[in-house]
């Protein structure tokens, strides 16, 4: 699918859209109880509906409503083949499930997803009782019961590899300690992963190594609803500070866990005014400067921010940002490329970039440009086009549904021109 985006300021307020993070982890704590539960406030994109699938593959009652989940029954199958399409949650808080329950298993995957690594979780677990076939790549098969109650996994790959030996924890009937090596990224994330983890019952000690989850514990029915989602609403967070008139953004907990509502602290770096008040979140351009920013806990954010910096004044340098380049792209390269063809100035090095803002002024945009089968990067695409002097097509746009389905009726809800030109996947 191309959409154009027309030049179009965006203005007004909007709802958040549920997080897609927490989204998966309500999943995986409610798939693992026995008794019903319900999942109120879930936007069912791609990522969430393949988490969906491979509880229903493994024997798991999941009846689908319009934004919200009823569960019921048990894991009851012992031999599966699970497609956990795009979504790099789905298959690495999977497979040390499936390890803890004794489940044999082939894992297929799309997109980049079979070339993401998946050697750390691998290869620990082969450690203690599980064969996997084709090298620890998919497709991938994995059978085996897992053994062992002290698990050692590097922290600086990916924090998904931990959150799964956290709910997969508590399926051991033993104390479980799970120490981490060396330096940990995304911690955010697994903060997300203990919360959800007590809602449903789990205790999880946080120590001076890792975790450790006590024995004799059992997941227990809860019924939640998603909380809305930082990650997502940084897109029109992002395009208030750009723009001169006010965006709003309703339902954002000011509480929560997750690490991208640094974003406000962030784009008040930048120079943007901030109103909170009364559950909602209104942000308006100011005089936006260039700043300094750490990504190791935010990788997410990168695109957009990249975004906010293209019209800053002055030099935006985001470091510790090499992970992503084992994205859903190589989002240091796209991130170059994207902003490079609208007319801005990006430079890429192997763990930073720096963008040169243009002054506050539009960029010229008239160009095609590929989402690179990455949501966040063609979200971002469509914020730097809406203020852009010409129109902008993004080719492969169809990618957005990975997270955020109903994106581009949300910019035109806000004010924005995004029409599709082409239909059919032209990524």
Same mark, same amino acid.
């Given at each position: 699918?191309? =959409?154009?985006?027309?030049?179009?300021?965006?203005?007004?307020?909007?709802?958040?859209?549920?997080?897609?993070? =927490?989204?998966?982890?309500?999943?995986?704590?409610?798939?693992?109880?026995?008794? $019903?539960?319900?999942?109120?406030?879930?936007? !069912?994109?791609?990522?969430?509906?393949?988490?969906?699938?491979?509880?229903?593959?493994?024997?798991?009652?999941?009846?689908?409503?319009?934004?919200?989940?009823?569960?019921?029954?048990?894991?009851?199958?012992?031999?599966?083949?699970?497609?956990?399409?795009?979504?790099?949650?789905?298959?690495?808080?999977?497979?040390?499930?499936?390890?803890? !329950?004794?489940?044999?298993?082939? !894992?297929?995957?799309?997109?980049?997803?079979?070339?993401?690594?998946?050697?750390?979780? =691998?290869?620990?677990?082969?450690?203690?009782?599980?064969?996997?076939? %084709?090298?620890?790549?998919?497709?991938?098969?994995?059978?085996?019961?897992?053994?062992?109650?002290?698990?050692?996994?590097?922290?600086?790959?990916?924090?998904?590899?931990?959150?799964?030996?956290?709910?997969?924890?508590?399926?051991?009937?033993?104390?479980?300690?799970?120490?981490?090596?060396?330096?940990?990224?995304?911690? $955010?994330?697994?903060?997300?992963?203990?919360?959800?983890?007590?809602?449903?019952?789990?205790?999880?000690?946080?120590?001076?190594?890792?975790?450790?989850?006590?024995?004799?514990?059992?997941?227990?029915?809860?019924?939640?609803?998603?909380?809305?989602?930082?990650?997502?609403?940084?897109?029109?967070?992002?395009?208030?500070?750009?723009?001169?008139?006010?965006?709003?953004?309703?339902?954002?907990?000011?509480?929560?866990?997750?690490?991208?509502?640094?974003?406000?602290?962030?784009?008040?770096?930048?120079?943007?005014?901030?109103?909170?008040?009364?559950?909602?979140?209104?942000?308006?351009?100011?005089?936006?400067?260039?700043?300094?920013?750490?990504?190791?806990?935010?990788?997410?954010?990168?695109?957009?921010?990249?975004?906010?910096?293209?019209?800053?004044?002055?030099?935006?340098?985001?470091?510790?940002? #090499?992970?992503?380049?084992?994205?859903?792209?190589?989002?240091?390269?796209?991130?170059?490329?994207?902003?490079?063809?609208?007319?801005?100035?990006?430079?890429?090095?192997?763990?930073?970039?720096?963008?040169?803002?243009?002054?506050?002024?539009? !960029?010229?945009?008239?160009?095609?440009?590929?989402?690179?089968?990455?949501?966040?990067?063609?979200?971002?695409?469509?914020?730097?086009?809406?203020?852009?002097?010409?129109? =902008?097509?993004?080719?492969?746009?169809?990618?957005?549904?990975?997270?955020?389905?109903?994106?581009?009726?949300?910019?035109?809800?806000? #004010?924005?021109?995004?029409?599709?030109?082409?239909?059919?996947?032209? %990524?």
């Amino acid at each position: 699918m191309e =959409v154009r985006i027309s030049p179009s300021p965006l203005h007004g307020a909007i709802p958040a859209p549920p997080s897609k993070s =927490v989204s998966h982890r309500l999943l995986f704590a409610a798939s693992l109880t026995e008794q $019903p539960c319900t999942i109120e406030n879930i936007t !069912l994109s791609d990522d969430v509906l393949a988490t969906i699938g491979a509880f229903q593959a493994l024997g798991k009652k999941i009846e689908i409503f319009e934004n919200a989940l009823s569960l019921s029954g048990s894991l009851s199958c012992r031999s599966v083949q699970i497609d956990c399409g795009e979504s790099g949650s789905t298959l690495r808080f999977l497979i040390p499930v499936l390890a803890a !329950l004794g489940v044999e298993a082939e !894992l297929i995957g799309h997109g980049r997803l079979p070339s993401r690594p998946l050697d750390p979780i =691998v290869s620990l677990l082969a450690q203690n009782g599980i064969a996997f076939s %084709n090298s620890g790549r998919l497709p991938l098969h994995m059978e085996g019961n897992l053994r062992g109650s002290e698990f050692a996994v590097c922290a600086d790959i990916s924090s998904q590899f931990i959150t799964g030996l956290l709910f997969a924890a508590p399926l051991l009937n033993k104390d479980c300690a799970i120490s981490l090596i060396g330096k940990r990224v995304s911690q $955010p994330y697994l903060d997300i992963t203990v919360d959800v983890l007590s809602q449903y019952g789990i205790e999880v000690k946080e120590t001076e190594y890792g975790y450790f989850v006590p024995e004799k514990q059992k997941y227990r029915s809860c019924n939640c609803k998603v909380e809305g989602d930082y990650s997502n609403a940084a897109f029109f967070l992002c395009a208030g500070a750009i723009g001169k008139k006010p965006v709003t953004v309703k339902g954002l907990n000011p509480q929560s866990k997750q690490g991208d509502r640094e974003i406000l602290s962030l784009l008040k770096q930048f120079g943007a005014k901030i109103l909170e008040a009364e559950g909602q979140i209104q942000i308006c351009g100011g005089t936006l400067r260039g700043i300094t920013i750490d990504a190791e806990d935010i990788p997410d954010l990168v695109p957009i921010l990249s975004v906010v910096a293209a019209f800053a004044e002055g030099d935006t340098v985001i470091e510790n940002a #090499g992970r992503l380049r084992i994205k859903e792209c190589d989002r240091l390269r796209a991130v170059s490329d994207f902003l490079t063809k609208l007319g801005g100035k990006a430079e890429e090095f192997p763990d930073r970039l720096v963008i040169h803002g243009n002054g506050g002024k539009p !960029l010229p945009g008239g160009c095609t440009v590929s989402s690179w089968n990455d949501h966040r990067i063609a979200m971002s695409e469509t914020i730097a086009a809406a203020y852009s002097i010409h129109p =902008v097509e993004i080719a492969g746009a169809e990618c957005v549904k990975k997270s955020y389905p109903g994106f581009y009726q949300d910019i035109n809800e806000l #004010g924005g021109i995004a029409n599709v030109v082409h239909v059919g996947e032209s %990524n």
